[in-house]
């Protein structure tokens, strides 16, 4: 990093971004911040949706490259001191190998979201509103990536929640506002933990700086409950099972590109919050047993979701139910991170990303047969195939990756979670992502099944195509999907730059159990 | 449990609800076993906020947390409110709304017309003792949303949302808090306040942050009197009443 | 008897507790969003309740983050009654 010579007064320099990345980290946060504020102030469409393309584009070329420094340099880690006080006096934002990959992926949905909303909106008046919300929701999630104070997470997830709800609530349907309240009801009660959590943490031990935090932790009755009670704010709002009865009717009866950003996005956000807190902040609260029951909740949901996904007659309900299911993987990995941490890290890295593209576009191309349909019904759905190949293609090749097929990013992400879960010789996990592989091909087929053959007793409805632009979103999705399916390693590079952070620190914990032999793992390495 | 249900809903079954009250007896219980005996932290962060209050440019140790030394999240926290205000503002653009006064002895119009001016220098001085004494942008940014709500309850008046200066109001705390941050780099940092102009920075971004504060209150609360109004209800108010009245009849 | 802190300590989790319950247990939304308002409200007791712990000066980080919880938690309960309002309002609309 080259030095910098502070200045006296003010420096119009450094506004434009500088060489120096860590001066530039805010920009991620501060870019969709003013494309929010431009798109609230110009009521007009068209301007909307001109700034909004202009700003994801720059969006995306910012996180590319702040990605693209982290890869380089391995040892590095962005560190920007905002206002130039350095923690605990003030917040600091800090940029690693995982964040840096979440912040891309952030970006180039975001950006693939943009291109299908600007065919999709028929009523302005929604559009209106939908584009300074959607900005706001990128605010929070990019600053979600890169803080490192747990009250600044606070104020993020919020925003988060409130901003997705009211994307939610821009229909004025009656199930649409249910579903809204709702969320929002949950949301505001997991917030509401979370800061439990982080005044217990405050109390005990008076940092609120991750770096600090992390190193003054010790595994104590509060922090096990501050650990405790943010996991289940989170889980609320991550919605694992049992905590998920919000998400299906949310995600189904939300417009077609705020379900790509909330499937997509929304759940990554608060779920990469649980996922540093318990391998990097709480470490030594967090406990080889607890770990284990999320993953048998992770395995329940996968079941669940996948049973209900199969017997919905709804489209966007089945993606939505999808969601459910997929995000029980995830939790599936908590226990394999304490018996292999770099593998099931970079498991838990990938199956986001590839996740959250597949899902985004799976929602995109749903709603886009919505439209042109007038209905959700899949039973009334037989032979649309051949009316509209573009979308069954999306929706296919996105299956393809939730299903785990190669050579879609999804069949890394699985390959990544078999081999940690063989390696740390937990083999029961391998019979529940295998099972959970299956499922997910049952209810998708049931899907491609019906669209692909025409039934000769149901008369085929007329059907309105959308504009084909809007298509392009997904597409460029289903596209990195399988670009991600072949260069995995270049991902894994990325991940490894600066992942070292999330090492688990031997505690009493975590050895006391080792050295009982109570933990069946292969010999873990310490850190990467 | 989160089901948001209407007024005629059932009530749950009394053996459910005294086992809900229960486990949130032994949960509560548990959290004070846990909780109260924890030693509370030393005191080091406070220690250094004292060290570096000369260079925050105000007396007040909160306000130089809130605007200063933490400033991303105040920041953030008047994100939170344009959020709402604009999921809160009507979808329809052009309906005018005419609201009737709620309040019609003449007597406490007049309380009225004494009051707003009064209040509206209380939010000044708040505004201004922020730097010294407990106070600051958003306490009196509540209080000139008070006097925009003594307005709206004693007077009939109009009030459009989609209007190019209601939408300036809104973003405008925002905006000059955004674009101080990025003016004010000095080595690279964002929102480094140069050390003899941080009084001065402060003062003004919190006048800004007024306005929007104040503005996105009246936004949520006319959007709320809004939706009352096509109830068929004389005021905006009883609507809200009424829900509460039917329960207890039951 | 107990310190101050350890007072306000109790007082938090116990409102605390009525919140989650009250959230839990209530049927009509208005009840609901009051029982957050009191989560909240414990919450901010418990972070409140440090700061005065040492002598010398007080903490003003915890005063900061209650003014920053105050005024979400306003903006949430704004969001949720404007939200059940037009819902109460398309209901009865429809009931017409």
């Given at each position: 990093m080259t030095e910098v010579l502070p200045v006296e007064g003010f420096n119009f320099g450094p506004i434009l971004i500088a060489q120096q990345p860590f001066s530039a980290l805010p920009w991620v946060v501060m870019l969709p911040l003013i494309a929010a504020l431009l798109c609230f102030t110009l009521y007009n469409i068209k301007a909307q949706r001109v700034i909004s393309l202009l700003l994801g584009i720059g969006q995306m070329l910012l996180t590319v490259w702040l990605a693209s420094i982290i890869a380089e340099d391995?040892?590095?880690?962005v560190v920007h001191q905002l206002g130039g006080w350095p923690a605990p006096l003030g917040i600091v934002l800090t940029l690693n190998g995982f964040s840096a990959l979440l912040l891309v992926m952030a970006a180039v949905i975001g950006f693939a979201i943009t291109v299908y909303s600007c065919r999709y909106f028929t009523s302005s008046e929604q559009e209106r509103k939908f584009w300074p919300l959607f900005w706001l929701l990128l605010v929070a999630l990019n600053g979600i990536f890169i803080s490192s104070d747990i009250f600044n997470l606070y104020v993020m997830l919020e925003i988060l929640g409130l901003s997705a709800v009211s994307l939610v609530a821009i229909q004025a349907q009656r199930g649409a506002l249910q579903a809204a309240l709702q969320y929002l009801l949950v949301g505001l009660c997991g917030s509401l933990l979370y800061l439990f959590g982080?005044?217990?943490?405050y109390r005990t031990y008076g940092v609120l700086d991750i770096n600090l935090l992390s190193k003054v932790v010790i595994a104590e009755p509060v922090s096990q409950l501050a650990l405790t009670v943010i996991t289940l704010g989170l889980l609320l709002k991550t919605a694992l099972f049992p905590l998920h009865f919000w998400l299906p009717s949310a995600h189904s009866n939300a417009p077609a590109p705020v379900s790509a950003a909330l499937s997509g996005l929304v759940i990554k956000g608060s779920f990469y919050l649980l996922f540093v807190f318990w391998f990097k902040i709480l470490s030594p609260a967090a406990t080889f047993a607890g770990a284990t029951f999320l993953g048998v909740l992770g395995a329940i949901a996968i079941v669940w979701g996948s049973v209900k996904a199969f017997n919905t007659p709804r489209l966007k309900l089945v993606v939505a139910y999808s969601t459910v299911a997929q995000l029980g993987y995830l939790f599936v990995l908590f226990p394999l991170f304490f018996g292999r941490p770099d593998l099931a890290m970079g498991a838990v890295a990938y199956f986001i990303v590839a996740h959250a593209c597949a899902k985004a576009a799976m929602f995109m191309a749903a709603g886009s047969i919505q439209k042109a349909a007038g209905h959700d019904d899949i039973a009334r759905m037989s032979g649309i195939a051949s009316k509209m190949p573009l979308s069954i293609f999306i929706f296919a090749i996105a299956g393809a990756s939730l299903i785990g097929l190669p050579p879609t990013g999804g069949f890394i992400a699985k390959w990544l979670m078999l081999t940690s879960a063989i390696e740390s010789q937990q083999w029961w996990w391998v019979l529940v992502m295998l099972a959970g592989g299956l499922l997910a091909a049952a209810y998708l087929f049931r899907i491609l099944n019906l669209a692909f053959t025409s039934g000769q007793d149901v008369p085929s409805e007329p059907l309105k195509n959308g504009p084909r632009e809007r298509l392009w979103g997904p597409l460029i999705l289903v596209t990195i999907t399988i670009f991600i399916g072949f260069n995995a390693m270049w991902v894994l590079e990325?991940?490894?730059?600066?992942?070292?952070?999330?090492?688990?620190q031997p505690t009493d914990g975590l050895m006391t159990e080792l050295a009982n032999g109570s933990v069946n793992t292969a010999p873990s390495k310490e850190g990467l | 449990m989160f089901k948001t249900d209407d007024v005629s809903a059932k009530p749950a079954h009394v053996f459910y609800k005294a086992l809900i009250m229960v486990s949130m007896l032994a949960v509560t219980l548990s959290l004070l076993w846990v909780v109260l005996p924890a030693e509370v932290h030393s005191n080091?962060?406070?220690q250094k906020i004292t060290q570096n209050m000369a260079q925050s440019g105000v007396l007040n140790p909160v306000t130089a947390v809130l605007l200063?030394?933490?400033?991303?999240d105040t920041l953030l926290e008047i994100v939170v409110l344009l959020v709402v205000a604009i999921a809160c503002m009507p979808m329809h653009r052009g309906t005018v709304h005419t609201h009737e006064p709620v309040i019609t002895s003449s007597s406490v119009h007049s309380l009225v017309a004494l009051l707003v001016p009064l209040i509206t220098l209380v939010a000044g001085y708040m505004l201004w003792v922020g730097a010294f004494a407990p106070g600051g942008a958003f306490q009196a940014g509540a209080l000139l949303a008070s006097c925009g709500l003594l307005i709206i309850l004693s007077r009939k008046f109009t009030f459009e949302f989609h209007t190019l200066t209601a939408r300036i109001c809104l973003v405008m705390g925002l905006t000059i808090f955004v674009g101080v941050g990025i003016m004010s780099q000095q080595s690279g940092l964002f929102l480094q306040y140069p050390v003899e102009s941080a009084a001065g920075l402060i003062l003004f971004i919190e006048s800004a942050a007024t306005l929007s504060i104040a503005a996105t209150l009246l936004v949520c609360y006319l959007a709320l009197a809004q939706a009352n109004v096509r109830s068929n209800a004389p005021s905006a108010i009883q609507p809200m009443m009424q829900p509460a009245k039917v329960e207890q009849e039951k | 008897m107990m310190s101050q802190v350890e007072l306000y300590t109790f007082c938090a989790v116990i409102l605390l507790g009525m919140g989650m319950t009250g959230l839990?247990?209530?049927?009509?939304?208005?009840?609901k969003i009051i029982a957050l308002n009191i989560m909240g409200i414990g919450i901010f007791m418990l972070l409140i309740s440090t700061a005065g712990v040492h002598s010398g000066a007080i903490d003003?980080?915890?005063?900061?983050?209650?003014l920053t919880g105050i005024v979400v938690a306003v903006a949430g309960s704004a969001l949720a009654l404007n939200l059940a309002a037009r819902l109460k309002d398309m209901t009865e609309q429809a009931d017409d």
């Open positions: 391995a040892a590095s880690s982080v005044a217990l943490l990325l991940l490894n730059a600066g992942t070292g952070v999330f090492a688990l | 080091a962060v406070a200063n030394f933490r400033s991303y | 839990i247990l209530n049927q009509h939304i208005i009840r003003p980080v915890p005063h900061a983050m209650v």
